[in-house]
Protein backbone atom coordinates (compact mmCIF):
# COMPACT_ATOMS: atom_id res chain seq x y z
CA UNK A 1 0.00 0.00 0.00
CA UNK A 2 1.63 3.41 -1.08
CA UNK A 3 1.14 6.76 1.10
CA UNK A 4 3.00 9.98 1.44
CA UNK A 5 4.68 11.68 4.43
CA UNK A 6 5.61 15.36 5.03
CA UNK A 7 7.98 16.05 7.61
CA UNK A 8 8.99 19.46 9.01
CA UNK A 9 9.60 20.88 12.06
CA UNK A 10 6.72 23.37 13.91
CA UNK A 11 7.58 25.51 17.78
CA UNK A 12 5.29 23.54 19.91
CA UNK A 13 3.97 24.40 23.91
CA UNK A 14 5.45 21.81 26.28
CA UNK A 15 3.68 23.12 28.94
CA UNK A 16 2.46 25.28 31.82
CA UNK A 17 5.52 27.04 32.45
CA UNK A 18 7.82 26.08 30.03
CA UNK A 19 8.94 27.91 27.29
CA UNK A 20 8.18 26.30 23.59
CA UNK A 21 10.02 23.69 21.43
CA UNK A 22 10.89 22.70 18.43
CA UNK A 23 9.04 19.53 17.21
CA UNK A 24 9.48 17.22 14.37
CA UNK A 25 6.08 16.68 13.11
CA UNK A 26 5.43 13.28 10.63
CA UNK A 27 2.09 13.67 8.57
CA UNK A 28 1.27 10.37 6.95
CA UNK A 29 -1.52 9.77 4.39
CA UNK A 30 -2.77 6.23 3.02
CA UNK A 31 -5.32 7.20 0.77
CA UNK A 32 -6.24 3.17 -0.07
CA UNK A 33 -6.87 2.76 3.78
CA UNK A 34 -8.21 6.56 4.43
CA UNK A 35 -5.70 6.46 6.98
CA UNK A 36 -3.35 9.32 8.65
CA UNK A 37 -0.91 9.58 10.88
CA UNK A 38 0.67 11.92 12.72
CA UNK A 39 4.17 11.10 14.12
CA UNK A 40 5.55 13.86 16.82
CA UNK A 41 8.85 13.80 17.85
CA UNK A 42 10.28 16.22 20.67
CA UNK A 43 13.38 16.12 23.27
CA UNK A 44 11.48 15.80 26.32
CA UNK A 45 12.19 18.83 28.97
CA UNK A 46 10.19 17.13 31.53
CA UNK A 47 12.66 15.86 34.62
CA UNK A 48 9.80 14.02 35.77
CA UNK A 49 10.29 11.56 32.57
CA UNK A 50 12.95 9.04 32.56
CA UNK A 51 13.06 9.69 28.76
CA UNK A 52 15.23 11.84 26.29
CA UNK A 53 12.71 12.10 23.81
CA UNK A 54 9.19 11.34 23.19
CA UNK A 55 7.15 10.01 20.67
CA UNK A 56 4.07 10.44 19.84
CA UNK A 57 1.94 8.14 17.19
CA UNK A 58 -1.82 9.47 16.76
CA UNK A 59 -4.02 7.59 14.10
CA UNK A 60 -6.41 8.92 12.21
CA UNK A 61 -8.89 5.91 11.08
CA UNK A 62 -12.44 6.39 9.20
CA UNK A 63 -15.16 4.82 11.45
CA UNK A 64 -16.00 1.84 9.05
CA UNK A 65 -12.29 1.50 8.99
CA UNK A 66 -12.05 -2.53 8.12
CA UNK A 67 -10.04 -3.85 11.47
CA UNK A 68 -11.26 -1.91 13.97
CA UNK A 69 -8.59 0.54 15.95
CA UNK A 70 -4.71 0.48 16.70
CA UNK A 71 -4.92 -1.40 19.99
CA UNK A 72 -1.29 -1.50 20.05
CA UNK A 73 1.57 0.06 18.92
CA UNK A 74 5.03 -1.65 20.54
CA UNK A 75 7.86 0.51 19.45
CA UNK A 76 9.36 2.06 16.93
CA UNK A 77 12.53 0.85 14.73
CA UNK A 78 15.25 2.31 12.29
CA UNK A 79 15.73 0.94 9.29
CA UNK A 80 19.32 1.97 6.44
CA UNK A 81 16.82 0.72 3.64
CA UNK A 82 13.01 -0.03 3.23
CA UNK A 83 13.71 -3.74 3.16
CA UNK A 84 16.33 -3.92 5.69
CA UNK A 85 15.62 -5.13 9.33
CA UNK A 86 14.97 -2.33 11.62
CA UNK A 87 16.59 -1.87 14.59
CA UNK A 88 14.50 -0.66 17.81
CA UNK A 89 14.46 2.57 19.13
CA UNK A 90 15.29 1.69 22.98
CA UNK A 91 12.30 2.89 24.92
CA UNK A 92 8.89 2.36 26.51
CA UNK A 93 5.44 2.30 24.18
CA UNK A 94 1.95 3.14 26.43
CA UNK A 95 -1.05 3.25 24.34
CA UNK A 96 -2.59 6.66 25.78
CA UNK A 97 -6.16 6.73 24.72
CA UNK A 98 -8.06 4.70 21.55
CA UNK A 99 -5.51 5.01 18.07
CA UNK A 100 -2.79 7.51 20.64
CA UNK A 101 0.40 6.08 21.69
CA UNK A 102 3.02 7.81 23.83
CA UNK A 103 6.99 6.00 23.09
CA UNK A 104 9.33 7.48 25.46
CA UNK A 105 13.26 6.92 24.90
CA UNK A 106 15.38 5.77 27.05
CA UNK A 107 17.33 8.61 29.32
CA UNK A 108 20.32 6.38 29.91
CA UNK A 109 23.32 7.60 28.24
CA UNK A 110 24.82 4.49 26.21
CA UNK A 111 20.78 3.89 25.26
CA UNK A 112 20.31 7.69 24.25
CA UNK A 113 23.31 7.39 22.05
CA UNK A 114 22.42 5.11 19.83
CA UNK A 115 18.79 6.13 19.38
CA UNK A 116 19.83 9.70 18.87
CA UNK A 117 22.53 8.17 16.09
CA UNK A 118 19.59 5.79 15.11
CA UNK A 119 16.91 9.03 14.29
CA UNK A 120 19.83 11.33 12.69
CA UNK A 121 21.19 8.37 10.38
CA UNK A 122 18.60 5.84 9.56
CA UNK A 123 16.40 7.03 6.92
CA UNK A 124 13.49 4.43 7.60
CA UNK A 125 10.81 4.23 10.62
CA UNK A 126 9.17 1.01 10.94
CA UNK A 127 6.08 1.16 13.30
CA UNK A 128 4.83 -1.70 14.27
CA UNK A 129 0.55 -2.03 15.25
CA UNK A 130 -1.69 -4.44 16.36
CA UNK A 131 -5.52 -3.78 14.90
CA UNK A 132 -8.67 -4.54 17.68
CA UNK A 133 -9.39 -6.82 14.85
CA UNK A 134 -5.69 -8.91 15.81
CA UNK A 135 -4.61 -8.35 12.58
CA UNK A 136 -1.09 -7.13 12.57
CA UNK A 137 0.66 -4.45 9.94
CA UNK A 138 3.57 -2.69 9.79
CA UNK A 139 4.22 1.18 8.73
CA UNK A 140 7.45 1.82 7.21
CA UNK A 141 7.89 5.80 6.80
CA UNK A 142 10.71 7.12 4.68
CA UNK A 143 12.52 10.71 5.65
CA UNK A 144 13.64 11.63 2.05
CA UNK A 145 15.44 15.47 1.79
CA UNK A 146 12.57 17.35 3.44
CA UNK A 147 12.80 14.80 6.52
CA UNK A 148 16.28 14.36 6.40
CA UNK A 149 16.47 18.55 6.16
CA UNK A 150 13.69 18.61 9.54
CA UNK A 151 15.54 16.00 11.79
CA UNK A 152 18.78 17.86 10.79
CA UNK A 153 17.59 21.71 11.96
CA UNK A 154 15.33 19.60 15.06
CA UNK A 155 18.88 18.05 16.64
CA UNK A 156 21.08 21.00 15.72
CA UNK A 157 18.08 23.31 17.87
CA UNK A 158 18.35 20.58 20.55
CA UNK A 159 22.23 20.68 20.58
CA UNK A 160 22.16 17.08 19.31
Not at 33 to 40: E, H, K, L, S
Not at 45 to 60: F, G, R
Not at 78 to 102: I, W, Y
Not at 104 to 132: C, E, H, V, W
Request: charged share 20%; net charge neutral.
Amino acid sequence: MQGSVVWRTQTVSVGPGQPPDLALLGEVSIPERRMTVTITIRRNLDQTLPASHTIEVLYALPRDFQFGGVAEVPGVLMKVSEQARGVPLVGQAVRVTNGFFFIGLSGFDMDRNTNIQALKTRPFFDIPMRYDSGRRAILTVEKGPAGDRAFEEAMQAWGQ
